[in-house]
């Protein structure tokens, strides 16, 4: 079945030590996103890529860096990671150019920071 | 500030009943409209899309776009235990390779038995 993918579906990491989040697509997708969601709030969008096209969100804190090598994959790099990032990071897809443009998500990686 | 406004409940019902989900949003360039149901410790699941003013129905569910009140709803037919989730909203904004979603808070619903 065509489907996100995102690993590890638990991550906990020290403060400030560095981590990264996988996410991977198998729907051949051109647009992937990162989003943030913390408990009980919206899901909060850090970027995402048109292709290999960047975009960042103003409000997103450098702290924060992504990269796409490919279609399928796109990582999410937290450099110095703080309590307050302690969160749910979720990854979606979305085909550009069909009529809806509706996303779908992974499953999410929440992240404990100790 | 595009905004997506949602009341964040809890709504509760018991079971059999209609649930009725109400979202506003700011932005009057909007053009596509969203509902995604979220487990409890899951991610979301999209459930419904609209993009034209009136009804639009799949199943027990009913998706309505009022483009003039910037006001889409989600009606749930026959409520079923299962269906307790909170329900997002959410709206395009932006357009082109910008093209994203503005996401409420979502409405905590309750389906009592």
């Known amino acids: 079945d065509a489907m996100v993918i995102q690993n590890p579906r638990y991550q906990v990491t020290q403060f400030g030590k560095p981590v990264t989040l996988s996410c991977s697509q198998t729907?051949?997708?051109?647009?992937m996103y990162w989003y943030q969601q913390k408990s009980s709030q919206a899901p909060k969008l850090l970027f995402h890529?048109?292709?290999?096209?960047?975009?960042n969100e103003a409000d997103t804190p450098d702290n924060f860096q992504s990269r796409r090598p490919n279609t399928s994959f796109c990582f999410l790099d937290i450099r110095s990671p703080g309590l307050g990032d302690a969160a749910m990071y979720l990854c979606?897809?979305?085909?550009?150019?069909?009529?809806?443009?509706?996303?779908?998500f992974g499953p999410g990686t929440r992240l404990t920071v100790t | 500030q595009k905004e997506v406004e949602q009341n964040s409940g809890p709504l509760s019902v018991p079971e059999g009943a209609i649930a009725s989900l109400n979202c506003t949003y700011s932005d009057r360039g909007s053009q596509s409209f969203f509902w995604y149901r979220q487990y409890s410790g899951k991610s979301p699941e999209l459930i419904m899309f609209?993009?034209?003013?009136g009804d639009k129905e799949d199943g027990r569910f009913t998706a309505q776009l009022n483009k003039a009140s910037q006001y889409v709803s989600l009606l749930i037919r026959d409520s079923q235990p299962s269906d307790s989730a909170t329900y997002l909203c959410a709206v395009n904004t932006g357009g082109g390779s910008n093209y994203k979603l503005t996401f409420g808070k979502g409405t905590l619903l309750t389906v009592n038995p």
């Open positions: 979606a897809t979305s085909s550009w150019g069909g009529p809806f443009n509706e996303q779908y």
């Open positions: 890529y048109y292709d290999k096209d960047f975009n």
């Open positions: 609209i993009y034209s003013n």
């Open positions: 729907l051949n997708h051109n647009v």
